[in-house]
T-cell receptor
Framework: ETGVTQSPTHLIKTRGQQVTLRCSSQ?????VSWYQQALGQGPQFIFQ???????GRGNFPPRFSGLQFPNYSSELNVNALELDDSALYLC???????????FGEGSWLTVV | GESVGLHLPTLSVQEGDNSIINCAYS??????FIWYKQESGKGPQFIID?????DKRQGQRVTVLLNKTVKHLSLQIAATQPGDSAVYFC??????????FGSGTKLNVKP
């Protein structure tokens, strides 16, 4: 158990809809990163938040957006869902930048 | 760059044998590396890490070796057990930012 919790664990959405995924970081961790993992592939970096500010973004379109709250929990929002957005979305937290990141169990998103 | 590659997509070993999983990374500026284990349906689990100022680091039954000259990372698992069966990822980081992951190596442990 890493102490990183994500919700929901599974969800199904229709193409064009919007989705919000949530993450509670490990106690004391002020940095949260989001990754997308397609089936059979390694996690791909979406973006990172450090003390409520975005600190780096991967090669994902603007319809992927996020937030980090004062308690360091975080949300990932995806608008205008596409079929290719179907994946496991992973949240990872760490204490400050440049340290080990610990993953939650992920949210499985299926877009139909 | 963003390519962290693995030489072997699938590795089969006999229970009790030692396993070696290899990883090539592309960015010579990467300064922090982590090995993760991912079981089916679960998130990646931290195994061991190493920073670029080290060549070797040992944990319980696991050892990570870093060869910066050829940009190569390996994970050695001693006395491999059935519970070690999973997909293993190496990840590299530079500039205190994102981690780049390879596509993973599946380890099958035969009883």
């Amino acid at each position: 158990e890493t102490g990183v919790t994500q919700s929901p664990t599974h969800l199904i959405k229709t193409r064009g809809q919007q989705v919000t995924l949530r993450c509670s970081s490990q106690s004391g961790h002020n940095t949260v990163s989001w990754y997308q993992q397609a089936l059979g592939q390694g996690p791909q970096f979406i973006f990172q938040y450090y003390r409520e500010e975005e600190n780096g973004r991967g090669n994902f379109p603007p319809r992927f957006s996020g937030l980090q709250f004062p308690n360091y929990s975080s949300e990932l929002n995806v608008n205008a869902l596409e079929l290719d957005d179907s994946a496991l979305y992973l949240c990872a937290s760490s204490l400050d930048l440049g340290n080990t990141i610990y993953f939650g169990e992920g949210s499985w998103l299926t877009v139909v | 760059g963003e390519s962290v590659g693995l030489h072997l997509p699938t590795l089969s070993v006999q229970e009790g044998d030692n396993s070696i999983i290899n990883c090539a990374y592309s960015n010579s500026a990467s300064d922090y590396f982590i090995w993760y284990k991912q079981e089916s349906g679960k998130g990646p689990q931290f195994i061991i890490d190493i920073r670029s100022n080290m060549d070797k680091r040992q944990g319980q039954r696991v050892t990570v070796l870093l060869n910066k000259t050829v940009k190569h990372l390996s994970l050695q698992i001693a006395a491999t057990q059935p519970g070690d069966s999973a997909v293993y990822f190496c990840a590299e980081q530079y500039n205190f930012n994102k981690f780049y992951f390879g596509s993973g190596t599946k380890l099958n442990v035969k009883p």
